[in-house]
């Protein structure tokens, strides 16, 4: 089955506590994005990567990591997580043809917690 | 920055009408995507439409797309229940597609 998958889908942890939030997808997709969820803002890209060995950063980077080395894997770090990263997040991924990016496929989310 | 900005931010409409959400966005952008999100959950893309192109469907949707006002539509025929959820709309940048940014979304709620 094609799917993106994130582990963990719940996390509470303290602040300054390094954390990674690991993404995969079984699609062979180029094209892998990282979005946090907050009440009243939507989603924002934190940051993207367009095949191997290759990210940029989103809307809002700060505080946040991430490594491509894999074409499946998209890993979100966070080195030092503050309170104000408590959110929702999502990864996705996406074919990109000569025509741009298709269709992004989301993974079921990870609600982190920062006390 | 926000690109997309849907409107309005919240819906209630009876069962079996239609419902019509609306986009608007900032700079110039070589698609628009629209995805539902059911109460948390994960996004799933519902349609894309291409700059290129005026009006695209996809069983009971319906999406415009008018670029010279920067703007994009979304209509939901014979709402079911099923349909209550959030609707966002996403847009990638003509000159740089890989970056998306997201509107604030629609929640939409069909009433029995």
Known sequence: ?115 | SQQGEEDPQALSIQEGENATMNCSYKTSINNLQWYRQNSGRGLVHLILIRSNEREKHSGRLRVTLDTSKKSSSLLITASRAADTASYFCATGGRLRDDKIIFGKGTRLHILP
């Open chain 1, 1 to 115: 089955e094609a799917q993106v998958t994130q582990n963990p889908r719940y996390l509470i942890t303290v602040t300054g506590k390094k954390l990674t939030v690991t993404c995969s997808q079984n699609m062979n997709h180029e094209y892998m994005s990282w979005y946090r969820q907050d009440p009243g803002l939507g989603l924002r890209q934190i940051y993207y990567s367009m095949n191997v060995e290759v990210t940029d950063k989103g809307d809002v980077p700060e505080g946040y990591k991430v490594s491509r080395k894999e074409k499946r894997n998209f890993p979100l770090i966070l080195e030092s997580p503050s309170p104000n990263q408590t959110s929702l997040y999502f990864c996705a991924s996406s074919l990109r043809t000569s025509g741009g990016l298709n269709e992004q496929f989301f993974g079921p989310g990870t609600r982190l917690t920062v006390l």
